[in-house]
């Protein structure tokens, strides 16, 4: 089982929906990162959160600590949103030392926004 | 200006070749990665560089070895090439946590 939990895989919009993707993580974390890869391959960072709530234009990113989880959440969906989204969780994972930036990936949620 | 740049962007070679892929960052940071994107999609990190320190080093073979000629720059190596390595690989840095992604090399081993 992966340390980190995407859901679900795959997703079907039609614009105008409000989109939420979920992940799981069973890792301690320091932070919980959200990455878009664009269908031509680019990856980008949308936020990096340890608590609470992030808002950035449409996207909405949140985090509840105790239970593990995150989502991300986007409102007014637009075909320019189609893209992997993907969870990504850092922190010291087990055995090793050093560096907090480590991420370890989900396996992407593949986002298609149908106009 | 970009941020993080990769070289080359396609590179296809023979099994058994040595090859490298370069990366540079402009933007100051201190900690500098490698990951790998296999034909499933699924990242998974390499290696991590800190301050020309190497400070983590994932179960990857030995075969493949960074290298970090300044805080700018870490170019990965990789030796005696084998199927199992045609990847996706992209190199990323961070200074506070966010990290920025450079665009990919995609290494491709007949």
């Known amino acids: 089982k992966n340390e980190v939990e995407q859901s679900p895989q795959n997703l079907t919009a039609q614009e105008g929906e409000f989109i939420t993707i979920n992940c799981s993580y069973s890792?301690?974390?320091?932070?919980l990162h959200w990455l878009q890869q664009h269908p031509g391959g680019g990856i980008v960072s949308l936020f990096m959160?340890?608590?609470g709530k992030k808002k950035h234009g449409r996207l909405i990113a949140t985090i509840n600590i105790q239970e593990k989880h995150s989502s991300l959440h986007i409102t007014a969906s637009h075909p320019r949103d189609s893209a992997v989204y993907i969870c990504?969780?850092?922190?010291?994972?087990?055995?090793?030392?050093?560096?907090?930036?480590?991420?370890?990936f989900g396996k992407g949620t593949k986002l298609s926004v149908k106009p | 200006d970009t941020a993080v740049s990769q070289t080359p962007k396609y590179l296809v070679t023979q099994m058994g070749n040595d090859k490298s892929i370069k990366c540079e960052q402009n933007?100051?940071?201190?900690?500098m990665y490698w990951y790998k994107q296999d034909s499933k999609k699924f990242l998974k990190i390499m290696f991590s560089?800190?301050?020309?320190?190497?400070?983590i080093n994932e179960t990857v073979p030995n075969r493949f070895s960074p290298k970090s000629p300044d805080k700018a720059h870490l170019n990965l190596h990789i030796n005696s090439l084998e199927l199992g390595d045609s990847a996706v690989y992209f190199c990323?840095?961070?200074?506070?946590?966010?990290?920025?992604f450079g665009p990919g090399t995609r290494l491709t081993v007949l």
């Open positions: 990323a840095s961070s200074l506070t946590g966010s990290q920025f």
């Open positions: 890792v301690g974390i320091s932070a």
């Open positions: 959160l340890s608590s």
């Open positions: 990504a969780a850092s922190g010291p994972p087990r055995g090793y030392g050093g560096s907090q930036g480590n991420l370890i």
């Open positions: 933007l100051g940071h201190d900690t």
């Open positions: 560089y800190n301050n020309k320190e190497l400070i």
